[in-house]
T-cell receptor, first 115, second 109 residues
Framework: DVKVTQSSRYLVKRTGEKVFLECVQDMDHENMFWYRQDPGLGLRLIYFSYDVKMKEKGDIPEGYSVSREKKERFSLILESASTNQTSMYLC??????????????FGEGSWLTVV | RKEVEQDPGPFNVPEGATVAFNCTYSNSASQSFFWYRQDCRKEPKLLMSVYSSGNEDGRFTAQLNRASQYISLLIRDSKLSDSATYLCVVNMEGTALIFGKGTTLSVSS
């Protein structure tokens, strides 16, 4: 059974803190993604990665960075958390991009509150 | 980035009703199309792919009109368990999936 695991489900952080959100997938997928989801705004792509040590900016990369040192792990980093980064963060992975909708799997989400 | 647009709803229907959701996409280079379902406070999950010839899965029928850049999802004989948000999703080769903002369906008894 495919699994995308987001280790931190619920976090409360203070403004200015550095925050790490970890994501691990067990299906040897090349592609990994980080989205955030907010009411009325839908899913917005932050960063994605097609290979180890490779990253591409999505639609809203400002205030975020990512790290992909190993194929199975894709980390999202908030260098200095701000209250407008309070959101639900979704990690996803897929096998390839040509038909990735059929093979994209999401983690259960990380609910981050910045106070 | 080009957008995918959906009517946000909510659609409030009684059990047994037929309901249709529509979605338009702006980039004609889009190649693959999908409907995802998302339950409250859960992650999105693939409901079905959408093909030009139309495809059906039980009570669910999806249609694609490439000329009009339009995708639809029809749900027949609605069940309480169909209550969820339905996301229209578009893919172009070499890019990440583009999600619509979702249409909320509430089925009541």
């Amino acid at each position: 059974d495919v699994k995308v695991t987001q280790s931190s489900r619920y976090l409360v952080k203070r403004t200015g803190e550095k925050v790490f959100l970890e994501c691990v997938q067990d299906m040897d997928h090349e592609n990994m993604f980080w989205y955030r989801q907010d009411p009325g705004l839908g899913l917005r792509l932050i960063y994605f990665s097609y290979d180890v040590k490779m990253k591409e900016k999505g639609d809203i990369p400002e205030g975020y960075s990512v790290s992909r040192e190993k194929k199975e792990r894709f980390s999202l980093i908030l260098e200095s958390a701000s209250t407008n980064q309070t959101s639900m963060y979704l990690c996803a992975s897929s096998l390839d991009t040509s038909d990735s909708g059929n093979t994209i799997y999401f983690g259960e989400g990380s609910w981050l509150t910045v106070v | 980035r080009k957008e995918v647009e959906q009517d946000p709803g909510p659609f409030n229907v009684p059990e047994g009703a037929t309901v249709a959701f529509n979605c338009t996409y702006s980039n004609s280079a889009s190649q693959s199309f999908f409907w995802y379902r998302q339950d409250c406070r859960k992650e999105p999950k693939l409901l079905m792919s959408v093909y030009s010839s139309g495809n059906e899965d039980g009570r669910f029928t999806a249609q694609l009109n490439r000329a009009s850049q339009y995708i639809s999802l029809l749900i027949r004989d609605s069940k309480l368990s169909d209550s969820a948000t339905y996301l229209c999703v578009v893919n172009m080769e070499g890019t990440a999936l583009i999600f619509g903002k979702g249409t909320t369906l509430s089925v009541s008894s």
